[in-house]
């Protein structure tokens, strides 16, 4: 099987499974929260590995802090709704501006406010998947008391203007909190941390499970000046774990892989990000060759040609977003499936049903043509071969659906 | 390797042991079952649920028993994952919407009582199967309905395969396939149509499968509450035009109001609201008019009436009147009729024994006259009651 739905989540990295055997053979059993020695020792690893995951995103302790959480969902209810300060703050309701292609972690959280009065603003992205940093600065009001924006799209893989979203929002002299979904940027883009932080972003959040860490694993980053500014609340209340932050004994395994993973994609990041871009791009190539009419979606492959500072990335590294004409989506999903290819339609609900999405009907695509989109995201062990090997199992496979579909009409007629 | 004939066989074309078998699996104990029998009889099976209504976006219940939504598909993925098939849910809601839903209720506007399964089995399930089926490079399909296969003698003395009621004929659903063609049942398979329903759930349960204990789906599975409620959502201002509207006798004579004429069949005697010494029957429904007709029982019963859209499963329509028995609507017991053909997709039924009453806009299937040795009969096919005309 030819695994090319990373976006979804990573297969493990060998640096996971060795923190992972390392941890359970021996000593990371206790909680570091004990007096003794052993719990001395899980906590010394604990810090490593915060340590660790910082320096992946180009910071240190002291400017930024690092909460520990069950995954990206968590972390971003938590930036979401620990950053509101708590019920009271809440209950006084206020305005919110978003894009409308985030996660259902952020969307979903915004919902719940929206029940309970809150006014959120969707701002809609272009056609290539990018929404405007201008019109989140325009969206937002004197009395907006959140701005979230995703780092980059899980579908699209198009990289958000965060940063530069946030220095407008400070140029007009406003400054609601803001902050950031940055769970498919990590490890897939340069995200610059500090540049977030100095535009004015508080908090970004991301999991382990989509770098090469099990799943069950994330972490909240914020800077520093934001608690000097507000009052960061925790959502699950218990001990005074991760600075009073997150209740609840840590999950020391998961942590430790997810630092040894931290570690090994920073070292590993700049090599990492050309060679998942090339192999993406000659994956599309192989489609264009044998399949002419297939539809690239999301940033123009022209915009990722002058983005090779890294500082302007328009898109993450690895994702793929097509449309076969004539080819619905889910079909092509499950005819790959059986010929050895792993892919996915871009969104699939816990009951396997696969929807059209916000992020693929923002692409401007209408009825049927929404439909017939599939997304192909490289993995951090995917090799030239496999992409070759997909390339032509993709072609034949859109092949045969395609002469199926035409059998059909002619069973019709 | 030479191909081995599969244990579905009787002289009924089969798929090789390997071969791929789509199977509809809509969650339910027979579907289940179906699936699970095929694997184990050694097919690569690809099970397939077709979530054709959400509930949780039309405003109605979750919590009912329906066939198609999602919660229901959790036993057809505990199935498919157990035994390790490949499993895919498909979103069917487009289809099922233009090809069930929106003609449901426009019949209900044109006085008609449809029934809506039929037009699900043949438009949505049958044809979105063999769809799939065959971008998925899987010649065969398989579901869960309880009918069997198997080659008879056509009128012209060909060997053509021939649809035939299930063992268990408390269960038979043969009623809603008498649309299939030659082409259509050379490549489906019906797993269950010869057990019962207890040795189905049976053959569950021994495999430790918590489904079997599952209860029956409901006939009409996108209607949570009444029809005539559903309808009124549905068709919003369109309903306003068929709404409240005077009940007649077939003189003309006004007795009194109805609240919407979709809300009426043919036949109906509850619920008119007209007071009378004898009991009436709703007679016709005038779309036009927007009225209501009710009479006597004797008014209601009629000596024959006409079948359009006619399906022959043998692929060759009677040239001269024959005799069957037709049920015109699911589970019933059937009356002797003879059948008429007028044009190649038009017949008259005249009923041979007692006149009766017939719903327009649902089904007439016509069954042989006489039982197989094993009590299954044989479906000859069917087609759509249309409206009174003579009258």
Redesign the interface.
């Known amino acids: 099987m030819i695994y090319l739905d990373a976006n979804a989540t990573s297969r493990l990295r060998p640096e996971a499974v060795k923190a992972l055997s390392a941890a359970l053979a021996d000593g990371a059993f206790a909680n570091p929260s004990s007096v003794h020695r052993l719990g001395r020792s899980a906590r010394a690893l604990l810090r490593e590995a915060r340590r660790e995951v910082l320096a992946l995103l180009g910071s240190t302790q002291g400017e930024a802090e690092l909460v520990f959480t069950s995954g990206g969902t968590e972390a971003c209810n938590l930036m979401l709704l620990g950053f509101l300060g708590g019920a009271k703050a809440i209950a006084q309701g206020g305005h919110i501006v978003t894009s409308a292609i985030e996660h259902p972690a952020v969307l979903e959280p915004l919902a719940e406010l929206e029940r309970q009065g809150w006014e959120v603003s969707y701002v809609l992205p272009a056609s290539d998947g990018r929404v405007a940093a201008a019109a989140i600065a325009e969206a937002c009001r004197k009395d907006t008391v959140l701005v979230v924006l995703m780092a980059a799209n899980n579908e699209t893989g198009a990289v958000q203007p965060v940063a530069e979203a946030a220095r407008l929002i400070a140029a007009q002299g406003m400054a609601p909190i803001f902050v950031s979904d940055a769970t498919q940027a990590v490890g897939k883009t340069h995200l610059d941390v500090r540049e977030l932080f100095d535009a004015g972003v508080l908090a970004i959040a991301f999991s382990g499970h989509k770098l090469g860490a099990p799943a069950g694993i994330g972490a909240l980053v914020y800077s520093t000046k934001a608690d000097r500014c507000y009052s960061l609340a925790p959502i699950i209340r218990g001990g005074p774990q991760e600075q009073r932050l997150r209740g609840g004994t840590e999950n020391v395994v998961g942590a430790l892989a997810f630092g040894a993973v931290a570690s090994a994609v920073r070292q590993d990041l700049d090599a990492d990000l050309a060679r998942r871009r090339k192999l993406r791009d000659a994956l599309w190539l192989l489609m264009q060759e044998r399949i002419p009419d297939a539809v690239r979606l999301g940033p123009a492959p022209e915009a990722e040609a002058v983005s090779e500072s890294g500082a302007t990335e328009a898109s993450v590294s690895n994702t793929l977003l097509v449309r076969f004409p004539g080819c619905r989506g ?2 092509l ?3 790959l ?2 010929n050895g290819v792993a892919a996915s339609t871009g969104s699939a ?1 816990s ?5 059209v999405s916000p992020s693929v009907r923002a692409l401007g695509l209408q009825g049927q043509a929404a439909r017939e989109v599939i997304r192909f995201s490289l993995d951090w062990h995917t090799s030239s071969t496999e992409v070759e090997a997909a390339g032509a199992i993709i072609a034949r496979t859109v092949g ?2 395609r002469s ?2 035409a ?2 009409l002619t069973d019709a007629a | 390797m030479q191909p081995e004939a599969g244990p579905f066989s009787d002289g009924v074309p089969t798929p090789t042991i390997g071969e791929r078998v789509v199977v509809a699996m809509s969650g339910g104990v027979d579907s289940c079952a179906a699936a699970l029998m095929l694997h184990e009889a050694g097919y690569s099976v690809i099970g397939v649920s077709m979530q054709v209504w959400d509930y949780r976006q039309h405003g109605g219940s979750e919590s009912r028993a329906t066939c198609c939504a999602p919660a229901d598909f959790d036993d057809a993925r505990e199935i498919a994952e157990r035994s390790d098939f490949p499993y895919f849910v498909f979103d069917f809601e487009e289809s099922f919407r233009a090809s069930v839903i929106d003609p449901f209720v426009d019949s209900y506007l044109r006085g008609l009582t449809p029934n809506p399964c039929l037009d699900c089995n043949r438009k949505v399930k049958f044809r979105e199967l063999r769809r799939r089926a065959a971008g998925l490079e899987a010649r065969w399909v398989a579901t869960g309905h309880y009918a069997q296969v198997r080659p008879v003698s056509a009128p012209d003395g060909s060997t053509v395969l021939g649809l035939f009621t299930a063992v268990d004929d408390r269960k038979d659903q043969s009623y809603f396939l008498y649309a299939m063609t030659q082409h259509d049942l050379q490549t489906t398979l019906f797993p269950v149509g010869g057990m019962t329903k207890p040795e189905v759930r049976q053959y569950l349960a021994e495999r430790g499968f918590k489904v079997a204990h599952k209860g029956e789906s409901q006939d009409i599975c996108f209607v949570s509450s009444s029809v005539g409620e559903f309808v009124r959502r549905r068709a919003g201002h369109r309903a306003e035009a068929h709404g409240r509207g005077k009940i007649v006798s077939r003189e003309g004579v006004e007795l009194g109001h109805h609240e919407g004429i979709y809300q009426y069949t043919v036949g109906q005697r509850r619920g008119l609201g007209v007071s009378s010494s004898h009991p009436l029957y709703v007679l016709q429904i005038d779309p036009e008019e927007n009225t209501v007709t009710v009479g006597s029982k004797e008014e209601l019963q009629r000596a024959s009436f006409m079948v359009d859209d006619v399906n022959w499963i043998a692929g060759i329509a009677p040239q001269a009147p024959l005799e069957v028995v037709a049920k015109l609507r699911y589970r019933h017991a059937g009356v002797r009729c003879r059948v008429v053909p007028i044009t190649a997709k038009l017949v008259r039924v005249e009923f041979l024994d007692e006149w009766s009453a017939v719903s327009p806009g649902q089904a007439a299937v016509f069954y042989a006259s006489s039982q197989d040795t094993d009590a299954t009969v044989q479906v000859l096919g069917g087609g759509i009651i249309t409206r009174d005309r003579h009258e």
Do not use: F, I, T
């Open positions: 889910d079909d999903v499950a005819a499936d059986l609900c009951s396997g049903r696969q929807d045969q659906l199926a579909g059998q059909e």
